[in-house]
């Protein structure tokens, strides 16, 4: 049975950092993602990385969140950095087999997580 399984949610303030893991099993992917819904908002993409660690950012996260993935333990991470209240939201782990590209849409995604919450307090 395939299973994405996230972890490392939590509340911190803003500033602060937290890091996102996403443990992958029954099944290899090539590629993950992590996107995220805040309320009464559309789920949204994050960040994402393919079977050769190229990696893709939303403009709002560059430069503060870092993906990174360890195919030995079949994972997938996401380091978050100077968050802020406005990365509230419910973090999803996105997981698909093949393709050489980086996806950033959810309709490329066939495997998803039951989502952890993030709050960034001010």
């Known amino acids: 049975q395939v299973q994405l399984v996230e972890s490392g949610g939590g509340l911190v303030q803003a500033g602060g950092s937290l890091r996102l893991s996403c443990a992958a099993s029954g099944r290899t992917f090539s590629n993950y993602a992590w996107f995220r819904q805040a309320p009464e908002k559309e789920r949204e993409f994050v960040a994402g990385?393919?079977?050769?660690?190229?990696?893709t950012y939303a403009d709002s996260v560059k430069g503060r969140f870092t993906i990174s993935r360890d195919n030995a333990k079949n994972t997938m991470y996401l380091q978050m950095n100077n968050l802020k209240p406005e990365d509230t939201a419910v973090y999803y782990c996105?997981?698909?087999?093949?393709?050489?590209?980086?996806?950033?849409?959810?309709?490329?995604?066939?495997?998803w997580g039951q989502g952890t919450q993030v709050t960034v307090s001010s």
């Open positions: 996105a997981a698909r087999e093949g393709g050489g590209f980086v996806y950033i849409s959810i309709r490329e995604y066939n495997y």
């Open positions: 990385i393919n079977w050769l660690g190229r990696t």
